[in-house]
Structure formats: structure tokens, C-alpha cells
């Protein structure tokens, strides 16, 4: 390589800087969330940039306990059946459509994806009614059903392609030595599938973890909420009491980062895969 | 070498029609019953007056959108989902680009995998968390958007920016832009990693500078990405609900309200059902035009 340039090294300088500030600008909204829920109401108010003097750990303890304790444990039922029944109904609609030979294959598959042109917004209101012919609203159930059916089309989506792309050699000779579609299925497809199973899961679970809309409309029940809602009902409670629900937010925004940080690789594949904001 | 048998038996494998339909039937009713049925049932229930509370419901003909498209309210609503779509494509797919761009050169490989994580981080907490965390860095007395204002000497600009109807639909923006800028950015990376080295050569050959490079090798390239983005970015703006929810409820007045938190308003504050399910049916025109159109592009993307 040639020299650098003077005006090449002025250039890269001020790029350097420019993409430190906006690092800057990303990170430091979020320690300032984790650092004042530390803080006394009076740090707060006076002293914005520093450090708190000494770490209080009570806020964070009582954000559990008036709350984000009971809100974390309706997220994980929600979200351990969302993702566990999206990914069984999904990868059986995939593997029907990636390997079967029948005549409405192209139809069912329109009607499967096609669900993703539909946003949550256009069955808002219908769906609060149909919950209530169920008798489902105001339970899990009233979250959980909607969230695997919303998400059915993406996830199949993903998985059909994903089998596709998978080789048939093993498969067929799994058929000669006698096994059944749903054993095939079962015990060479899905385990040859990890890698995709893990990106839906990964995904939906961040879905469902985060979802407001439905939570705000189809849960009525304090104890029933989610994080999302629940926070906002602890912001109603706290009024000022500002470090506590700082401390909530940073206790629900947490297993979302660590997520994020273990298994950057596979939710970035899933996300390209689809060009889908959640 | 192709097994002699091996059409055949695939033919055999695969060819119980039942089995398949089997398979497919929990995904096919969801979709469905939850999905499909709940859009259609949308527009016969804009049709009609009806309340939450009971059962009775009196036809009402197109009178809802009659009233939709004279009431100012919703033109506020579509004129801040669409300041959110302008706002979003510049920032987004316009600086999303750049920056993609610019960590894919040589002198930011080494600090690419650090600025990548960090600019994407946001986009995985949920809106919830970020639209609460922001409405306190906005607030006056303990925020830290008014205090570093103050700190570098521009303490005149420090305001109550969620509170006036003057900036409140803007800083909602801005958080959009914070938590998403990373996410499309991402997309952009992949799609750029793509790109073939030798036109990159090529160029170089032909004594092209780095930001002819950008827009004669980087920029067509990724055009299928470009106009993805674009799509995504303008529905993710008019389906937008939560953040705006969150920080601002629609308000102060009806400044900041937008189609989804208005459909929310005339549902479950003002019992409007009917009302609330023509805004929805508008929600419903724009997205799905749009998602149609984003699902044709894709495709195409695919294949190229």
C-alpha cells in the first residue's frame, strides 16, 4: 500500500470520531439506565453524570418485588409456549411444503406466507371479540394463540427454505429401511435442522417477549401481565419514585441483551433471512 | 451418482396427499382463523355502530368513513405516520447504508464486529423498555437530554420535548431512530458482504476514488436491500403503535397521535368499535399494498 494521504488521514479521523460518538450516544442511554437504578431520587435530580455514591441495590430488589418478579414469570409462560408451539406447527407446515408432492402446495403456501402482509393492527379489534367467543380473553391463552399464528408465516418461511436446501439422501434411505414419513421427520429432518430451529426460536422468543399491543388489549388481569405492560403499570405506581422503575427497566431489558450478545450469529441470520422488523 | 431407485422411492415417500394435509392443518387453521378471518370480519364490523360492552350492533353503511375523512384528527395521525416514514427512510436506509459502507472498509475491519454489536443492541430490547427509558432522558428535571444541552452551553434549546405539541412527535421519531438505525444497518452489512471483490478491483483499476466506488459498485449492487429496506422502514412506520403509546399516549392534545394509537383511542377509550375498525381497515389498505409490494421484491432479491 501507498501512503496515506494527508487529507486520507484527516478523513478516517473524523470518521473515527463520528462513529465513536454515535457508539457514545447508543451506549450511554443505556448505563445511565443501569447506573441510576443505583441512585437515590436525590442523585437523580442533582447529580446527572455521576457515578451513584454508594450502589443501591434495594431498588433493584424492590422492583422485583413489587412487580418485575411476577411480570418475568408471566413473559417466560407466554414465551416458552409461543415459541415451543410456533416451532412444532411450523416445521410441520415446512416440511409438508418443502417435501410433499400434492396439488394445492403452491395454494397452501400463499395462504401460509400471505399472513405476513396482515399487521397485528388490522385484527386488533376483531380479535378481541373472537377471544371473547373462546372464552380465552384475559387468560395466557388470550397472548400465546395469536402469537403463534402471527408468527407461523415467518417461521415457515424461514423453515421451508432451510429443508429445502437440506440433502434427501439420508432421508430415502431411512424411508427403504422401513420408517415412516413422521419418523423421518422426526428423528433426520429436525435434528439435521438445528441451526434453523434455533433462529426461530431465537426470534420468537424476542417477539413475544416484547409484544404490547396484544398485551395491552387482551389481558385485563394485573397478575396476568407481561414485562411490557406490567412496566407500564409499575410507572403508574411509582410516580417519582424514578430509580426504582429505572431498576425495572434494566432488570426486563437484561435478558434481552444477554440474548443478543450469546447468540448474535444466529438472530442476525434470522433477521437478514427475512428483512422483517419485529 | 443418482441412486437408481431414487425417484422412485421419493415419489413413494412423499406422495400420501392426506399426510401432508396432516401436517399442514394447525398452521393453515391459525393462519386462518386468527389472521385472516379477524381482517375480514375488520370490515364488516366498520360497518356497523356497535360498543364493547354488548351485543347489539346497528348498521351504519359507510358512515364511519364518511366522518374518518373529514375528521382532522386522523389527517394528524397519517401526517405523523408519514413525517415517521420520511424521517425513518433517511435515517435508517440513508445513514444505515453509509455507515454499513464505511465499516466494510479496511481501515474499520478491526473495529467493525465492536460498532456492529453496539449499534445493534437497541433493537432487541423491547420498545416498551426503550419508549419508558426515554420519556425520563427527556424529562426535565432528572433527563439527560436537557442536561447535556446545558453542559455544552446550548441550555437555551433545553425543553420539555415530550410535553410540547410542537416537538413531542418528534422526539418520539428520534427514538425510533436510535433503537432501529443498527437494526437496517445489519441488513445492509450482509447484503455488501455479498458484493463480489473483483468489481471493487475492476474499479480500482479504472482510477475510481472511494466514493465513486460507493455509488457505481456498492449502491447498485445491493439495490434489491436498498428497496427492501425502503419498504420495510415506510410499513414499520405506519404500523408504528407502541413507542408512541408509551411516551406519549397520542398527546399533548392530539399532537403526536398516530393511526394505530388513534384505532387504540376510539376502541377502548371512546367505545367507538365501528369507528376504531374503519381506521384499522386504513392501517390495513396501506400496509398490506405495501407488504405486497415489499413480499415482490424480495423475490426477485432472492433469485438475482
Given amino acids: ?278 | 451418482m443418482r441412486h437408481p431407485l431414487q425417484g422412485e422411492y421419493r415419489v413413494k415417500m412423499y406422495a400420501d396427499r392426506r399426510l401432508a394435509y396432516t401436517y399442514l392443518f394447525p398452521a393453515v387453521i391459525l393462519v386462518l382463523v386468527f389472521i385472516y378471518y379477524p381482517a375480514v370480519l375488520n370490515i364488516f364490523y366498520s360497518l356497523y355502530r356497535w360498543s364493547a360492552f354488548s351485543e347489539k350492533k346497528i348498521y351504519v353503511g359507510m358512515h364511519y368513513y364518511n366522518r374518518l375523512f373529514k375528521d382532522p384528527v386522523f389527517y394528524v395521525a397519517l401526517k405523523n405516520n408519514a413525517l415517521y416514514a420520511v424521517i425513518s427512510l433517511v435515517f435508517q436506509v440513508g445513514f444505515g447504508l453509509i455507515i454499513a459502507a464505511i465499516l466494510e472498509e479496511k481501515f474499520m475491519r478491526k473495529f467493525q464486529a465492536f460498532f456492529r454489536t453496539v449499534y445493534f443492541s437497541p433493537a432487541v430490547i423491547s420498545l416498551t423498555v426503550v419508549g419508558l427509558l426515554w420519556q425520563l432522558i427527556y424529562n426535565s428535571n432528572i433527563g439527560i437530554v436537557n442536561a447535556f444541552l446545558k453542559l455544552i452551553g446550548l441550555g437555551n434549546y433545553a425543553q420539555d420535548w415530550l410535553g410540547s405539541s410542537k416537538t413531542a412527535i418528534f422526539a418520539v421519531i428520534a427514538v425510533s431512530q436510535w433503537q432501529y438505525t443498527g437494526y437496517i444497518m445489519i441488513l445492509f452489512l450482509v447484503a455488501i458482504q455479498k458484493i463480489p471483490y473483483e468489481l471493487y478491483e475492476a474499479a480500482m483499476i479504472d482510477g475510481a476514488n472511494r466514493l465513486q466506488m460507493f455509488f457505481n459498485v456498492t449502491v447498485p449492487q445491493v439495490k434489491e436491500m436498498i428497496l427492501v429496506c425502503t419498504t420495510i422502514t415506510i410499513i414499520g412506520a405506519f404500523k408504528v403503535f407502541d413507542e408512541v403509546y408509551v411516551m406519549t399516549a397520542g398527546g399533548p392534545g392530539r399532537s403526536s397521535e398516530v393511526l394505530a394509537t388513534y384505532l387504540y383511542r376510539s376502541a377502548f377509550r371512546n367505545d367507538e368499535m365501528g369507528y376504531a375498525a374503519a381506521i384499522a381497515f386504513v392501517i390495513f389498505v396501506i400496509t398490506f399494498v405495501l407488504s405486497f409490494l415489499q413480499i415482490k421484491l424480495f423475490r426477485t432479491g432472492a433469485d438475482a
Fill in chain 1, 1 to 278: 500500500m501507498n501512503k496515506m494521504t494527508f487529507s486520507e488521514r484527516i478523513t478516517r479521523a473524523i470518521i473515527f470520531i463520528w462513529f465513536s460518538f454515535y457508539a457514545v450516544c447508543i451506549i450511554y442511554p443505556l448505563l445511565w439506565m443501569f447506573l441510576s437504578g443505583f441512585k437515590t431520587s436525590r442523585e437523580l435530580f442533582i447529580s446527572t453524570w455521576s457515578l451513584p455514591e454508594q450502589f443501591k441495590w434495594q431498588n433493584y430488589a424492590m422492583a422485583w418485588k413489587i412487580g418485575v418478579g411476577k411480570y418475568f414469570f408471566n413473559s417466560i409462560m407466554v414465551t416458552v409456549f409461543t415459541v415451543l408451539l410456533t416451532i412444532l406447527v411450523s416445521a410441520f407446515a415446512a416440511y409438508a411444503l418443502s417435501r410433499f408432492e400434492f396439488r394445492l402446495r403452491e395454494v397452501f403456501l400463499m395462504v401460509i406466507v400471505g399472513g405476513l402482509m396482515l399487521s397485528p393492527q388490522v385484527g386488533l379489534i376483531s380479535l378481541y371479540r373472537l377471544l371473547h367467543t373462546f372464552g380465552i380473553y384475559n387468560t395466557y391463552l388470550a397472548l400465546i394463540i395469536p402469537y403463534v399464528a402471527y408468527r407461523v408465516p415467518f417461521t415457515v418461511f424461514l423453515m421451508r427454505s432451510y429443508f429445502l436446501s437440506l440433502p434427501r439422501e439420508v432421508e430415502e434411505s431411512a424411508y427403504i429401511d422401513g420408517c415412516g414419513s413422521f419418523k423421518v421427520f422426526w428423528h433426520i429432518v429436525l435434528p439435521m435442522s438445528k441451526p434453523i430451529l434455533a433462529t426461530s426460536a431465537l426470534l420468537t422468543a424476542m417477539f413475544s417477549w416484547n409484544e404490547f399491543m396484544f398485551a395491552l388489549v387482551f389481558i385485563e388481569d394485573k397478575n396476568l401481565r407481561t414485562i411490557p405492560l406490567g412496566l407500564m403499570n409499575m410507572r403508574g405506581e411509582l410516580t417519582t419514585n424514578w430509580p426504582v422503575l429505572l431498576a425495572g427497566l434494566a432488570l426486563s431489558a437484561l435478558p434481552m441483551i444477554i440474548t443478543f450478545i450469546l447468540f448474535q450469529k444466529q438472530l442476525i441470520r434470522g433477521l437478514t433471512a427475512g428483512s422483517l422488523k419485529g
